[in-house]
């Protein structure tokens, strides 16, 4: 069967939100295993979708993307019907935008500081700093998370209509879970949390991946 939307992925990875999109979405795709293990994001094929040798990138019928953002933006664009984002020019839209890049450029950036802070200091007491720092700021931007879902009303974290960056709030929230406060420790984001791992498509998501912890 020919595919025309190839998702590149690793479970767990920032390739889970396009992923949890695309079985929203309810089309036809095709997952293509990144193996971290053997360092395939960069092999040589690999590098030529994206030279960053980053996860995930989506080939969209002989178009190539890269950046967890840009895909999803993306494929609610490409799928209006799915209602995954507000309409163009609306305030709404505005704050999708917003809130977007924000998880974008400032959350999922701080955890890679978490995750990879030995990449930011040459001995490890000073990864070990830098770690600790990360992990408190993002405590900070996860106190923020609960306060958008407050202050939306709900269900979901723009209010009434679910869009693609409810799965991405869950995947950065699951990336919570080993730290001292993780994001399920919160009581506001506790409920939105469970309503959005409850969706059929992100148990699908999780099913596909062959994770267990929610959260």
Do not use: C
């Not at 094929?45 to 996860?55: D, Q, R």
């Not at 935008?97 to 990879?116: G, I, P, R, S």
């Not at 679910?162 to 879970?177: K, N, Q």
């Amino acid at each position: 069967m020919t595919f025309m939307l190839t998702l590149h992925y690793s479970p767990s990875d920032a390739s889970m939100t396009p992923h949890m999109v695309l079985e929203e979405l309810g089309v036809p795709f095709e997952l293509a295993l990144v193996d971290r293990s053997r360092n395939a994001q960069r092999s040589p094929e690999y590098l030529k979708l994206n030279p960053n040798g980053k996860i995930p990138v989506l080939v969209d019928d002989g178009l190539v993307l890269y950046e967890t953002a840009a895909i999803v933006l993306h494929l609610a664009d490409r799928h209006p019907q799915a209602r995954l984002v507000p309409p163009l020019g609306t305030p709404q839209r505005g704050e999708l935008y917003k809130w977007l890049f924000w998880l974008a450029n400032t959350l999922h950036a701080e955890m890679v500081l978490y995750f990879y802070a030995e990449r930011w200091a040459d001995t490890p007491e000073g990864a070990a700093q830098v770690k600790a720092h990360a992990e408190a700021r993002i405590a900070g931007m996860v106190d923020q998370l609960a306060a958008q879902v407050a202050a939306s009303g709900g269900p979901w974290f723009l209010g009434a209509d679910y869009s693609v960056l409810d799965p991405y709030v869950l995947m950065l929230a699951r990336w919570t879970r080993r730290m001292q406060r993780p994001a399920r420790m919160l009581p506001g984001l506790l409920p939105y949390l469970q309503r959005v791992h409850a969706r059929p498509a992100v148990q699908r998501a999780y099913a596909r991946e062959e994770l267990v912890e929610p959260f």
